[in-house]
């Protein structure tokens, strides 16, 4: 009897072993079935793939063509005509009766503005008038000063000197009548430094005017010399290559050019005193003879530096600066497309002039292929 009960128990056993072993396939069957992991193995495949090939959307991308020539041996610079910075004239002591004119040219001993009624006319000189000078007065240089702007008006007729004498005091008293239109004991031969503007040089021109008719103690306005110059904002490579002295041309608003030189190559990194803020690297040309250029006043113009180095007329692969991308170890390289994908070239320098480098090196690199662009 007890061997027949063993019997039946272990029959129990393997059906319940075989339901649990049927379940637990089953299970996994379904498994398999939602995840599929054979697709997940085929896709991580299919992404390393892709990623190797550097497949991109060339629509989204700028690209220019890469040409073929010798690079234009110039470099062609936007610039300006323009004045040198602008100066306050000294603040008037008394009340202004009459306004200076902005862009209106002043010579020695011209009316600049009014003051108390009285015309208030250009002096020049390098130092201020600082005290009055009169008979008696000791000896100075801005004795001198004076008297070389009298004798520059006609009203002194010795040499200039440091001394105050009476033929000085004659000239100051005959300036005061006739350019002052004083009379009476107004016209001492007492000379004021409020009684003129006073600037470095000789003529002026009014930049602005910033008083009002009526202001007392204020500057009337600003003043700059009359001779323009043409500035150019560099890069740093450039001020680094260009020099004063080099070969230049200018480019006049009516397509006149002018063969001259630098005169002044600025590096740039001075402050401007307005939030950490400094000055650009710069070039400057100055023009002796003010007649090339005085009839056009402050106003945009070309310049073009040809490239000294510039000797072989050989042609060769020519692509925008912006296509080049740096790459470790002082190598460069440029971007392709290739149908949907993208192909890195390393490529070799030659000259940069005019937002476009010279490829003296370009395995790979042809005539019309398409290059990256930033």
Known sequence: MARKQTRSGNTVRKIVTTVVTIVIIAALAVAVMITKPWTMIGGAAA?????????????????QPVVKG??????????????????????????????????????????????????????????????????????????????????????????????????????????????????????????????????????????????????????PGTYTGVALHAQATLTATQAATFKAGDKAQVVLPDNTTLDTTLSAVDQGGQSTGKDGQVTSPS???????????????????????????????????????????ASAGNTYAVEVVRGDKLERITVQLGQVANAQVQLTKADGLKEGDKVVVS
Not at 47 to 63: E, N
Not at 77 to 88: E, K, P, R, T
Not at 124 to 140: K, M, N, Q
């Open 70 to 219: 010798v690079l234009n041996a110039e470099t062609r610079l936007g610039a300006s005509l323009q004045y040198d910075a602008a100066q306050d004239l000294l603040p008037a002591s008394g009340t202004i009766t009459q306004l200076p004119v902005a862009g209106k040219q002043i010579n020695t001993g011209e009316q600049v503005y009014e003051m108390d009624g009285v015309l208030v006319p250009l002096f020049h000189g390098s130092r201020p008038f600082w005290r009055t000078l009169e008979t008696g007065v000791s000896d100075g240089p801005d004795v001198a000063q004076l008297e070389e702007n009298l004798k520059e008006l006609g009203y002194l007729h010795v040499q200039a000197d440091r001394h105050f004498d009476w033929h000085t005091q004659e000239a100051v008293r005959q300036w005061q009548t006739k350019t002052l239109g004083l009379t009476g004991e107004a016209a001492n031969g007492v000379f004021q430094p409020s009684s003129v503007a006073l600037a470095a040089t000789a003529p002026i021109r009014i930049a602005t005017v910033g008083a009002k008719l009526g202001d007392t103690n204020v500057s």
């Open 47 to 63: 992404s390393r793939r892709s990623a190797s090939a550097t497949q991109v959307d060339v629509t989204t991308l700028r690209t």
């Open 283 to 325: 070039a400057r040309i100055d023009f002796p003879d003010q007649s090339q250029v005085a009839g056009f006043g402050a106003t945009a113009i070309s310049i073009i530096i040809p490239n000294a180095q510039a000797a072989s007329t050989q042609e060769t692969l020519i692509v925008p600066v912006t296509a080049i991308i």
